[in-house]
């Protein structure tokens, strides 16, 4: 007589120490700890989607709009007063409705509330105005808008960066428009990208006129193109500056070609000197 197998005792998954904290714990504990500045903002009244944009965005900043959460690293952004929570301040302390803002919403509404790097202008609680980019999301359900979550970053240095260099920009330009020599700044594929007032009189066109404009094709006919082509295309290939005398109506004084790295490639700056300077300088 066979004997039927015992059956094999059932074998249960070994407890997890973790099983005993739920994933909205891990969560948490996850944002807590990066330092990226993470945030839900949730409506009293969820917004309505159905409404025009401006209703939309009127609702935004007046459907009692409050942090859901946010995480250490927001508040330190924020320059939250020690002792107190960010969660529990009002939004509008840290998110305005003002131009920026408003343009910021504007752009949510019109990328469906999903965009990646979006502009607005905060205010610290050091009462210090805070230019930021947000990464945003949004749980959006039959026509209503209920929270928007993402992560936003301080790109005030980089605000601050960019307009020093805006500035340095325009006084190198007006430098270079007061130079009372004719100056162009031509590109790799022979294109010109400054010219300045010397320049665009001796070519006798409007510097915006010249400004996109091959320099082959402004150079009045009495001026020496081919050989002034040829020095400019063996300075690109040498990469080294070089000086020339051209004879022409154009050319009264020593043409000087210097190679400079323009993004498409090694571009050449032009600069006409007069016969006496050139004769001091040497």
């Known amino acids: 007589m066979n004997k039927k197998p015992h059956p094999s005792p059932k074998r249960h998954a070994p407890q997890r120490a973790t099983d005993k904290f739920s994933d909205v714990d891990v969560l948490r504990g996850m944002l807590g700890a990066s330092n990226d500045a993470c945030w839900c903002m949730e409506f009293g009244t969820p917004v309505d989607l159905t409404l025009s944009d401006d209703d939309v965005a009127r609702q935004i900043f007046g459907n009692d709009p409050y942090w859901r959460l946010c995480n250490a690293a927001m508040e330190r952004l924020y320059q939250v007063p020690a002792g107190q929570k960010l969660s529990e301040r009002p939004v509008r302390e840290v998110f305005p409705e003002n131009s920026s803002n408003l343009e910021f919403v ?135 500056p070089i000086a020339e005398r051209f004879s022409g109506a154009v050319a009264g004084g020593t043409w000087h070609f210097t190679p400079y790295e323009a993004p498409g490639g090694t571009g050449c700056l032009v600069m006409i000197l007069p016969e006496m300077v050139t004769e001091v300088c040497s």
Not at 137 to 158: P, T
């Open 106 to 240: 504007r752009n949510l509404i019109a990328n469906g509330f999903e965009v990646d790097a979006a502009p607005a202008l905060d205010r610290g609680y050091d009462g210090v105005e805070i230019y930021v980019e947000n990464d945003v999301r949004a749980h959006i359900a039959e026509g209503k808008l209920y929270r928007m979550f993402g992560v936003v970053r301080n790109v005030g240095k980089h605000r601050r960066r960019e307009r020093e260099l805006e500035s340095r920009l325009d006084a190198l330009q007006s430098m270079i428009w007061a130079i009372p020599a004719p100056f162009l700044a031509v590109d790799a594929a022979g294109m010109i990208e400054v010219v300045n007032a010397a320049g665009a009189l001796c070519l006798g066109a409007l510097p915006e006129a010249l400004l996109g404009q091959s320099l082959d094709s402004v150079l009045p006919t009495d001026a020496p193109q081919a050989n002034v082509l040829h020095a400019m295309s063996k300075v690109r290939t040498l990469a080294i």
